[in-house]
């Protein structure tokens, strides 16, 4: 998803990439599945609690509070206020949340430029990532070898 072309949402990764200083958040689990249910729902003017509470928790939502939607809703506004995405959704108070008028969330194509960095990013953080652990390797285990 691409929210006011200027971030995205990759729902495979659970992250979200500000396409303006390319930071990027990771979201959990159940953070996830909530933005996804909300992304999906965008359009319609009332998205209810039993519904997002179904969508994350399926069948167990029966057993999950209201404290426990609650807190997920707070967190996961947290996440997105690290990023730069404030008020993304509102609360209508004893009804539901819907997304602000102000966001248009696309189910549109990623941008070729955020799949390039993103990729390069990950090929950087494995083109170092595996040298140091094998130094680490041989410096902890074998080094009373040696």
Known sequence: YTINNEFIYNESLREI???HDKKVLKVTLMRAR???YLFENAYKKLIT????SHAVWGERSQF?????????LYLLRRDLQQIGLF??????????????ERFIIDAADIPPQAIQYHTHRCNKIISIGIPTLFLLFVLFFLAPFI
């Open 64 to 72: 999950v509070s209201d404290a426990n939607l609650t807190q997920l």
């Open 34 to 36: 909530c933005l996804s």
């Open 87 to 100: 008020e993304l959704f509102v609360t209508l108070p004893r009804q539901g949340i819907k997304i602000d």
């Open 17 to 19: 990439i500000s396409l």
């Open 49 to 52: 609690r039993e519904m997002i």
